[in-house]
C-alpha cells in the first residue's frame, strides 16, 4: 500500500520535470538565508527585483542626505521664486508650484514609502502570524472567534476604509499603518491558518506530542518555521498593498500633512491643476510608487513556488 | 513467438551534476500470450525500463543505448507521431494510480469509445458494443459505463483501466504496479482480473512489481532486478522453488514463512549507488558467498537453459547457496567467510 | 507524584481498549457522522505482540492515537495499567499516558521533521523532559547503536533525506524508545519499506519487546507480516473488531467471512504460512464509505454467506471456544459448520 521508499538513498522524482539535485528544505536561519540568496540570484526576475529593492532602501536610508535642498523650501533665483521650473542643471528634476525642489521631495518621500511599507509589512507578517498559528493550532471557540473575525475584514474594501478610518481620525501616518495593517493581515492570518491545520496532523507533529511536548515548544520548533515561507510571501503582498494603499490615501487629500510622500506629491500636483503641464513633477513620483511595487511583486514571484507547490517541478 | 525485444537497454537520468545509471545494458524478450513479471525492489529500475519502452521517460531520462524491437521496427528510432499512432494499438499500459489517468470531466464509458473510435475506423456504435464487452470481461456492470471517474471505487477504476488497455486488443500491455493504492481484498479481486485476461487473450504481458505475491500467482516467467541489471531470469516455478542468485535466494527469504520472526532473512547494506560506476558484481557487497572474483569481474548474464539465466559466477553452487542462506545469521556476515567457501569446494549436497 | 498508580501485577494487561468510541462528524455538514472507531476492546501484555489487521480506512490509525492518548475518545476508556482515562480524564493523566505508550507511523520521512538532523530527533523526547545537553547526546549515540546504526557519529549529523528509509525508521523506533515506554504502537511499520529491509525492522522491533519487556501493537495490512510477528490478532473491519483470537488459531481455522476471504485471496509467496481453502468464497464489491456503515453488520452488502438477519442485527464477539480466546462478530459463524 502506498509508495515505496528507496533503498539506494537516490532522491528521485517520479513526476516529469526530473531530477532536481537540490534538495528544497530548510535546515537552519544561516541555511536559510543562504538558500535564498541562492535562489535571488537563480531567479533574473527576483534578482531584478532584487536589486531594486536595494536601490530603493538604500535612497530612503541615504537618500535625504544627498538632498541638494530642504524639500519644503521655496527656491528663489535672482528673477524671484521658481514655481513649476522644468528640469535643469540646478534642480535635476525641476521645481513645483511652491518653487520647492522635486527632487528633494522625492528623497524624502522614499523614506516615507520604504519605511511605512516596512513597517506596515512587519505588523501584517506578525499579526497575521499570531492570528494564524493560535487559530490553526488551538482550534475551537478561539478559531471560530478569529475566523469570524478574519472574515469580516474580508468584506471591508481596502482603500476606502482607509480613507473613512484616516479621515474620522487623525491624518497621520501611523493611523495610515494601522489601517492598512488591519486589512491586510486577513489573507496571511487565513493562509498561514490553513497551513498550520495540516501540519498539525503530519506524523511528526504527532510523534512531538506523544513525546510529552508542549503547544509552545511544537509550535516555535516544528511549526512556525514551516509557515515562514508563507509569511514572507503575503509580507511581500502587503507590502504592495501598503504603498498603493499610502499613495492613494495621500492623494485623495487624506494623507499626513507634515510628511512628503509621493502620493502627497501626487495629490498636490493635481489639485493645482499643474499635471498637464509640470510632468517632471507627476513622472517622478508616479514612477516611484510603480518601482517600489514592481520591485517587491518581482522578488515576491520567486516565492510563489514555494507558496503554491503545484508550480514545483521535480520535487519530492 | 517473440513480440517485443528489448536489446540491450540503458538508460540514465541526467541531472546537472552527474548521471544516474537507471538501467544498465537490460536485454528480454516478450513472447505471445507470456506474462513476464519484472521482480525488484525500489530503485531497480523496473519502473525506469517500462517507460523507455512506453517512451515516457521524463525530460532528464534519456536512453543512452540499445533497441526496443516490435515486427523489425525499433521503437526509439520512431518519430514522436509514428510512435503515437502505434502507442495504443500494440502498446497498452496499465498504469500505477487510476486517478490520474482518466479525465475526470468524462464519463468512463465515453473515454474508452473515445480512445477506440481515435484508432479504428468504426461506428460509434459498434464502438460503445465493443466497450460494454470490454467492461463485461472485467466484471463491470454495464451501469458504470456512464459513470465519471470519482463515483467509481478505486477497484472499479483500475477495472476500466485494464478495460480501456485492453479496447485495441493490443499485442503488448505493460502493467505497472496496478494494485498499490487499493485495500488488500481489491488487490486481490484486480489481480484475478489480470489473470482471467492473461487466459482469455494471446496479448504478452509486461509486469512490473516489488509485489513478490502478485507475480507468483499471475506470471508464467520472471525476471529479476537489481542495481539496473537483470540478475536472473526463468518461469515462476523454478524462480520461487529453486533460486539461482543469492539476492533472489535473500529476497524470497525475507518474506515470511512460518511464523516467528527470527526465522526473517534480513540482507544488510543497500543497493549500490547507481551515481557511480560499479565495479565487480552489482550485488556483492551484501553477497554472503562472495569471493575476489566477484570483486573484480561483472558477471554476464549467464545462459543455463532456453529459459533460464542468472548473473551469478557461482551459479553451479546454488544448490548449497540455497541451504545456507536460508539461515539469518549467514547474512549478517560483512567479510566473505573463507571457511563458507571452502565448505563446498565439494558438493555436500548429495 | 504520579496520578497514574501502576499496578504491579504482570500477568494483567498493561494496556486496555474498553468499549473505545471515536466518532467524527463528517466535514460535509451533513448529519452523517463518520464512526472510525466503534466499540472497540482490546488487551496488550507486556512481552507480546498483538497484531492488528485491518485495511486503510477502518479505523486502525484512529485507534493508534487513541491508545496513545493522542486523541480523545468519544465515549470508552484506555486503561494503562489499571488506571482508566477517558474523555473526563484530566490532561494532565493523558500527558502522562503519552510518555508510556509510544508510537510510530508508516511513512518515515513524514515521522520526523527534516529540517532537523538526527541528533535532534533523537533527544527532543529528553529535552522535552528535561534530560541535560551532555547525557542527552549519549543517550542518542547508545539508541543508534542499538539500532545497529553503527559508526553513530556517522549517522547522528545527518539529515533525514541523506538516510534511506530503512534506517530512518530504526531512528524513529529509537526515538520512540527514548523514554522507555511500556508499549510501543506500530502502525504499519514496514509497509513503505522496501521487502529486503523489512525483515530487518521486524527482528528488531522482536528483540526489542523482549530485552525491554513491552507490549507492541503492530498494526497492518498485510496479514503475511502479520501471521510472522504476531501472538494475538485482532481483525478490525469499519471500526469494529470482528475476530480476535491466537494467531494459530485464527489462521488455521478463521471464522469470520472477512478473514476466510482475505487468507484465501491474498497473493502469497510461501505456501507454508498458512493454508488457503476455500477459493469460492469471495466478497462482492468495495470497501463502503466509512460516513455510510450499513446497518447491521456493516459486511453484509459484500458478504457471500449474509443473510437477512445479517441487515438488522449488529454481531456481538462471542467466543467460539471453551476458553474464550477465540472470539468472533458473525451471526453465521456460530451456526456454521466449516
Known sequence: MGSQLSESGIVRSSKPGGVRSSVVRIRSTKDFISREIKRIRQDPLALSGAIMLLILVLLAIFGPFFAPYDPWEPQYSETGALRLTPPSAQHWLGTDSNARDILSQLLYGSRIAVGMSILAASMIVFIGTLIGLTSGYFGGAIDAILMRITDAAFVIPSIPFVAVLVALTRPSLFNIVFAITFLYWRSSARVVRGQVLSLKERPFVKASRASGASSFYIIRKHILPNVLPFVTFYAAIGVQGAVIAEASVSFLGFGDPGLMSWGKMLQYAFAIGATRVAWWWVIPPGTMISLLVLSVYLLRRGYEEVVNPRLIRGQR | ?350 | MSSIQLASDSESPVLQAKNLKRVFKSPLGKQSLVRAVDGVSLELRKGETVGLLGETGCGKSTLAELMAGLQDPSEGEVVFQGFPLNKKSSKSQWRELRQRVQIMFQNPFDSVDPRYRVMDILTEPLEVNGVRAPERRDRAIAALETMKLTPPAEFIDRYPHEMSGGQLQRVCIARALMLNPSVLIADEPVSMLDISVRAGILILLDELKNTRNMGILHISHDISTLVAVSDRLLVMYLGKIVESGSTEVLVSSPAHPYLRVLLNSVPTVHDTLFTKGERELTLKGDIPDPSNIPDGCSLWPRCPLAVEKCKIETPKLKPLDQMKTHRVACHMAHTDDH
Not at chain 2, 87 to 108: E, H, K, M, T
Not at chain 2, 202 to 213: E, K
Request: glycine letters at 6%; one cysteine or more.
Open chain 2, 1 to 350: 513467438m517473440s513480440i517485443l525485444s528489448v536489446d540491450s537497454i540503458s538508460v540514465e537520468y541526467q541531472t546537472l551534476s552527474d548521471a544516474v545509471r537507471a538501467v544498465q545494458g537490460v536485454s528480454l524478450n516478450l513472447k505471445e500470450a507470456q506474462i513476464l513479471g519484472l521482480a525488484g525492489e525500489s530503485g531497480c529500475g523496473k519502473s525506469t525500463l517500462a517507460k523507455a519502452i512506453l517512451r515516457l521517460l521524463p525530460e532528464t531520462g534519456i536512453v543512452v543505448s540499445g533497441k526496443i524491437n516490435f515486427k523489425g521496427k525499433d521503437l526509439l528510432r520512431l518519430s514522436t507521431s509514428e510512435f503515437r499512432e502505434l502507442r495504443w494499438q500494440i502498446l497498452a499500459y496499465i498504469p500505477q494510480n487510476a486517478l490520474n489517468s482518466l479525465d475526470p470531466v468524462y464519463r468512463v464509458g465515453d473515454q474508452v469509445v473515445e480512445a477506440i473510435l481515435a484508432h479504428e475506423r468504426v461506428s460509434r456504435n459498434a464502438a460503445l458494443d465493443r466497450a460494454r464487452q470490454l467492461f463485461s470481461n472485467v466484471h463491470l456492470d454495464e451501469r458504470s459505463l456512464r459513470a465519471y471517474p470519482h463515483q467509481l471505487s478505486g477497484g472499479m477504476r483500475q477495472r476500466v483501466l485494464i478495460a480501456m488497455a485492453m479496447a485495441l486488443d493490443p499485442p503488448i500491455v505493460i502493467i505497472d504496479e496496478p494494485t498499490t493504492a487499493l485495500d488488500v481484498v481489491t488487490q486481490a479481486q484486480v489481480l484475478s482480473e489480470l489473470i482471467s485476461m492473461r487466459n482469455r487473450t494471446s496479448s504478452g504481458m509486461l509486469y512490473i512489481s516489488h509485489d513478490l505475491g502478485a507475480i507468483r500467482q499471475l506470471c508464467n516467467d520472471v525476471a529479476v532486478m537489481y542495481a539496473g541489471l537483470i540478475i536472473e531470469t526463468g518461469n515462476v516455478g523454478d524462480i520461487y522453488g529453486e533460486p539461482l542468485h543469492p539476492y533472489t535466494m535473500g529476497l524470497l527469504n525475507s518474506v515470511p514463512k512460518s511464523r516467528g520472526a527470527k526465522r526473517l532473512v534480513s540482507i544488510p547494506g543497500a543497493p549500490p549507488n547507481l551515481r557511480s560506476e560499479i565495479q565487480g558484481c552489482a550485488f556483492h557487497p551484501r553477497c554472503p558467498f562472495r569471493d575476489t572474483r566477484c570483486v573484480k569481474e561483472t558477471p554476464k548474464l549467464y545462459e543455463i537453459s532456453q529459459t533460464r539465466s542468472v548473473a551469478c559466477h557461482y551459479h553451479h553452487k546454488a544448490k548449497n547457496f540455497r541451504i545456507l542462506a536460508e539461515d539469518p545469521n549467514i547474512w549478517q556476515m560483512p567479510e566473505p567467510r573463507e571457511a563458507v567457501m571452502s565448505d563446498f569446494k565439494e558438493d555436500i549436497v548429495p
